[in-house]
DNA sequence: AGAGAGAATTAGACGAGTCTAATGCAAAAG
DNA sequence: CTTTTGCATTAGACTCGTCTAATTCTCTCT
């Protein structure tokens, strides 16, 4: 049995391999854990006698099959977990994160599958992140991108957003801001800050930071990748 | 916080108490808990620091009304889980008691209050056990015996199962005895095996340790409980 | 009361996961 | 081509939960 910890490392590798470049650095690791770099090189080590990564000294780790397994089938679980709690526990989807980023590592695979089922086997999770099917690496959805990327006038549709601190979650959500709402860019302001216009006409400014957070896309690539059904 | 192993050691110590005489002797924990009594006697110095125990050197330990709390508190989440798992996810009564054994460790109290609310505010799970409301101990229902006890001919109802083991309560649910099923004693053999009728007239025989492990009492009873909601 | 049996505790070790402080490597700057 | 700088690793220590082996306590039996 994998620990919970080692799951974690997994977990976060994976993510990072998709943010940058493969290999990941030993800090980039300990930084997104919040350990300290011999924690993680030690860790990391673990996982290497494991078969779960490849190292390259001094390099940095990439993810073998098998350690990208683990991760999916993690990264499954949180999300299985996260619109589990949100629709049969009405959990509001702002305050899920922390919930799942703990059990997620704890249920078997029984509760995975009966989970699912009772789901009806959703492709995606509340934040409008895909769920992995096991071995299936999930589809990354390109047409998606950053809000702040689009110019003024464009009408979009929120894919998802990527974001994990509770307080930003609940003030879009509260702002009207969830996976499947249509907006507007009203403005890109020199100032660091975007405000869009959403269908009822109510007008939402953002800091950078947090449009950032904000994954869009057109609707009609919503309808070419079929993920429309958020 | 409480380590996982912690609460193990809580909740098997609220056990023992009921079950015998306190204080409660670190080999019987150590037992339960499948450690050896070295590991039981330094886990037990750590819960008396922290004021959960109260211990007599050589003697044994007895909880405090913060360590009687901590248990309850596990055992609460505990039941509450077999109950979800059954009514909600479809899980047979018979095999929720691994899954719940870890999660009560890793749910929120906020989980723990959805799933209540999802669920109506239980008060029995689905073994018949009785599930705490928070401080507050669970009434112990006095008017419930063991099987064997009771003479040929009696009139009974199982009251509650009390039996961990899986193969054992399928073995029972597939026989149709659950917490609720009303049944006959017809033979008490002297051969260690005990043979009841059910409603529906089918007889079952069934070892004495499996007996054991039926709770009965007499349908009066049940109404003068107030327990009968099952 | 004294001896022995049986249980509990102490002593010392280990793996997991973490830390700080010291050292080593490698890539950029000169 | 050598130096510097910055990240990675090694060294060594600590806590938690566990173990085995050795020791000590308590209680019963004669």
Known sequence: M??????????????????????????????????TPPTAT????????????????????????????????????????ETFLTEELGYDWSEVHEEAEILEHH?????????????????????????????????????ASALADHGEGARLEVARVRDRDSEELTYLDDAGITPGTKLVVEEVAPIGMVTVRLDGGETVSLPDHIADAIQVRTPEDAVADGVSEV
């Open 107 to 143: 249920i078997s695979e029984e509760f995975e599958r009966r989970v699912a089922a009772a789901l009806d086997e959703p492709a995606v999770d509340p934040h409008g992140d895909p769920i992995p099917n096991d071995e299936l690496e999930p589809i990354d959805d390109h047409s």
């Open 2 to 35: 994998l620990s919970a910890k080692m799951e974690d490392y997994l977990k976060a590798i994976y993510r990072l391999e998709r943010e940058g470049e493969p290999p990941v650095a030993t800090s980039t690791i300990a930084e997104t854990l919040e350990v």
């Open 42 to 81: 030690s860790m990391v080590e673990k996982l290497e006698d494991r078969d779960l990564v490849e190292r390259e000294k001094y390099k940095g780790v990439t993810l073998t099959p098998e350690g990208e397994t683990v991760a999916l089938e993690v990264i499954r679980h949180h999300r299985l977990l």
